[in-house]
């Protein structure tokens, strides 16, 4: 049943990761995609709706790996702590058992 508890450390870290990569991705893609792309196609010699797309998908695919790497970053640094605190509390309530 102890392990149980450190299941649930690395399940609240993986919804700390995904709840902050799917926001923020989100919301930078959503405020910035369109300016991001009218600068990047400004001087290209192709059709702007070629480039547009194009920049567009490789813009969003940039700030998705940068917010999952970030997000991943915080998700384990969030399930390391809720796994010290479930051991903590566990030593404090059995001092005597060794896990």
């Given at each position: 049943?102890?392990?149980?508890?450190?299941?649930?450390?690395?399940?609240?870290?993986?919804?700390?990761?995904?709840?902050?990569?799917?926001s923020t991705a989100f919301l930078i893609v959503w405020l910035t995609t369109s300016r991001y792309v009218a600068h990047a196609c400004a001087h290209m010699p192709i059709s702007p709706n070629d480039c547009g797309g194009w920049t567009a998908l490789g813009y969003a695919i940039t700030v998705l790996a940068g917010c999952a790497l970030v997000g991943l970053f915080i998700g384990t640094t969030v399930g390391t702590m809720v796994g010290i605190s479930f051991y903590r509390r566990q030593q404090d309530l059995n001092p005597n058992t060794v896990n």
């Open positions: 049943m102890s392990w149980l508890k450190y299941v649930w450390a690395a399940l609240v870290g993986f919804a700390a990761m995904t709840i902050f990569t799917v």
